[in-house]
Structure formats: structure tokens, C-alpha cells
């Protein structure tokens, strides 16, 4: 197959690539060279910014193109220009966030979007952000066609390479181990997928020509908070101490879901942690143990050179992150003024 895949260096565009050579595909990378450019040099690298024309793709054919750094809908209607009707499958990789409601458990394919007030808007953040997918969707659909176009929304994509240091980081704090601030209840739901499982359910869907819309998360299996963490425990520090919080007085204390805390979500919200994955699922996803996906990201994030490849904050394309994770001092006096609420017994 000859795949094009906008965006293919970083995280999710890097495992892709990876994945697509090691299965003998022919593979374009279309990405601006600020991150990772001397990687797969067997690929073809088109260097392009595609906010100022994709030119580079004039006249070229591809099997399937997989656009993993769509934010804006003229970004898809720029890539359209020049793909459309000269790719046989195009997959854009869209977010859960789409949805315009997250508030029930089991939200599927069909569930209504996001919409935005303005949606000329450009600005990228918690409140735009889901709404622009769901544009980039209807842009896309609008130029390939239903019969053409397969649209992904991820969840929580985690792993190695991960630029956003989300997950990555309770694995960072399993691993310095003593007393870990464990959020909530132990049995709230939370969903990720590790990204070498998404990136190659992706590419089967572009072998196959698959087209539709699929959310994209795993574990296949309900997970839990309180699994998650004893797993991370278990494979990374055995002698690290979790000690559970109540949620009412963590967010009295101000503690940012998601961001100060990873992956956590108050029970308002973790609807989120709840979305329907059967589509996906019945079209052969298979997600590897968490155990797998623990070692393998701890072992990555244990090399030097780590912060040099995902600290590059000013290349993405994406919305502004921010900081994520407790500060271990502010931990340290939480779980401290726990103890005394709790009167010593936490």
C-alpha cells in the first residue's frame, strides 16, 4: 500500500509510520521537520507547513492517507484540495471530544457533536477544541465522500512518545515511589489506549478500505482507577504507598482534574472514561496488557534524550498544553492535611 500520513513524526504519526514500514507499506511523511526528521529515512519526507499550502502534494496518488494533524477545518479543506478524488481511503483523526455531550455512559458513533457559536474561530482551547473536530469531520466527509473517509476519535492515546507527559506521568510517580496521593474513589471508571494499539488498528482499517466513524479508547475490558494504579504500582515500584483521597476534598483543595491529577476524573465527568467502544472492537481492536504498557513507557521515559524529543512545546500543532502533575511538595501537604481531617488514619 502507498500511505501518506500528515503529521508522522511526533506521537501517534510516529508509531504509524513505525508500524507502516515494518509492514512493508510504501510510506510518505508530510510533517514541517521540527520533530524527529531524521527518523525513517526509508520513508519519503515531503517538508511542508500545511497552514501555508500543501503544495507539495500536487499531482501525487496514495492508497490511503491518514491525517493525524488536522485542528482546524481549513487544514482539511486545504488537504482536500489536493488529496481529494487521488486517495482510495482518507482517515482523519478526529477526538471523543467531537461529541457534544459527554455527560451519560456509553456514548456511541451516532451521539450528536460539538458545535461552536463561531465557527470561524481559531482559537485552540477546552472549549473550542472539541467543536473544531467535529468541523474538520464535516469537512472531510463534505470532500471524500462517505464511501472515502473514515473518521477516528481517539481517547487518551498513552505510551511511549507521548508528548503531553498525561499518563507518562503517574508512571514517572509510581516509580519515585513513597506516598502517592491516589485521587477518589478506587472504582471509578478510566479508559486510554496505548498508541501502538491504536496505530495499528488504524492501518488494518486502511488495508481494508474501512470506512465510518469509530471511537477509538480501550482497555477492551472495563478498567478502574484503583486497577490502573495497582498495576502501575505493582510493575514499578512495589514499596510505593497509595493513599486514597476523597474527591470532595481534593477539589476543595483546588486540585485541577486531568491536569494536577492525570487521567482522573471528578464522578461528574467520568462519563468521559465511559465511551462506547464496540464498533472498534468488532473491527478487530486489540489492546495489549497494562502491564505491557507500563514497562514499556517507564522504560522510555527513563532515557536521557526523553525530555529533548517532547519538550519541543512551540512545534506542535495542536492546542497550548499545560503543566501536568502535583508538584511533590503540594502532594506531600495535601496528604498531610488529609491526615488531620482524617485524624490520622489515612
Known sequence: ??????????????????QALARGHEVTLLHRGHS?????????????????????????????????SA???????????????????????????????????????????ATLADPTVETINGETYGGLKALCEAEALLAFGEQHC????????????????????????????????????PGAPVQFIDVRDAAGWMLDQAERGTVGAF????????????EFLGTAQAVLNPAAQLHWVDEDFVLGANVAPWSDLPVWLPQASQALHQVDIRRALA???????????LHDTAEWAGLPDTTADTADGASTAGPAR?????????????????????????
Open 215 to 226: 471511537n477509538l479508547t480501550g482497555p477492551a475490558q472495563a478498567l478502574t482507577l484503583g
Open 36 to 68: 524527529g526528521p531524521q527518523l525513517f529515512p526509508q520513508a519519503e519526507h515531503l517538508i511542508s507547513d500545511r497552514n501555508l499550502g500543501l503544495q507539495v502534494l500536487e499531482g501525487r496518488r496514495w492508497d490511503a492517507a491518514i491525517d493525524t
Open 150 to 185: 473514515c473518521i477516528v476519535r481517539p481517547g487518551l492515546l498513552v505510551g511511549p512518545f507521548d508528548p503531553t507527559g498525561r499518563w507518562t506521568w503517574w508512571v514517572q510517580r509510581l516509580m519515585q515511589g513513597g506516598e502517592v496521593l491516589a485521587p477518589g474513589h
Open 71 to 113: 485542528y482546524l477545518p481549513r487544514q482539511v479543506r486545504s488537504a482536500a484540495a489536493r488529496l481529494a478524488g487521488k486517495v482510495g481511503i482518507y482517515q482523519l483523526v478526529s477526538s471523543i471530544s467531537a461529541y457534544a455531550s459527554l455527560t451519560e455512559a456509553g456514548t456511541a458513533e451516532d451521539a450528536a457533536l
Open 283 to 293: 473491527a478487530g481492536l486489540v489492546c495489549r496488557p497494562l502491564a505491557q504498557t
Open 322 to 346: 499545560p503543566a501536568v502533575g502535583l508538584p511533590p511538595e503540594r502532594e506531600a501537604a495535601l496528604l498531610s492535611a488529609w491526615r488531620a481531617r482524617a485524624g490520622g488514619q489515612a
Open 1 to 18: 500500500m502507498e500511505l501518506l500520513i500528515l503529521g508522522g513524526t511526533r506521537f501517534l504519526g510516529r508509531h504509524l509510520a513505525e
